[in-house]
Nanobody, 119 residues
């Protein structure tokens, strides 16, 4: 069974940085795409960033390009989201997600970690 466990959230001032981690277990993820999503209060969940585990190719939402970096560590089976130059509008619960490359939608989700950016 796939399990995704996020960590690293917290409270930070605007302009600061945080690094989120997503520990993945339960199978080999070489043919998976891993993503980060976020959901702010009263808003729908939105895409933040994704990485193809095998090649390391990445994609980002326009709102975070140039500020956030997604990466993975094969040895640790962990996906990271480095968040720099944080803004109050980045405040949300951040979720790690996974899907096999042949599946259109993300079908595995973590429990989420809260990120709060104060102004």
């Amino acid at each position: 069974q796939v399990q995704l466990v996020e960590s690293g959230g917290g409270l930070v001032q605007a302009g600061g940085s945080l690094r989120l981690s997503c520990a993945a277990s339960g199978r080999t993820f070489s043919n998976y795409r891993m993503g980060w999503f976020r959901q702010a209060p009263g808003k729908e969940r939105e895409f933040v960033a994704a990485i193809r585990w095998s090649s390391g190719s990445t994609s980002y939402a326009d709102s975070v390009k140039g500020r956030f970096t997604i990466s993975r560590d094969n040895a640790e089976n962990t996906v990271y989201l480095q968040m720099n130059s944080l803004k109050p509008e980045d405040t949300a619960v951040y979720y790690c997600a996974a899907r096999p490359m042949i599946v259109a939608n993300y079908n595995y989700w973590g429990q989420g970690t809260q990120v709060t950016v104060s102004s």
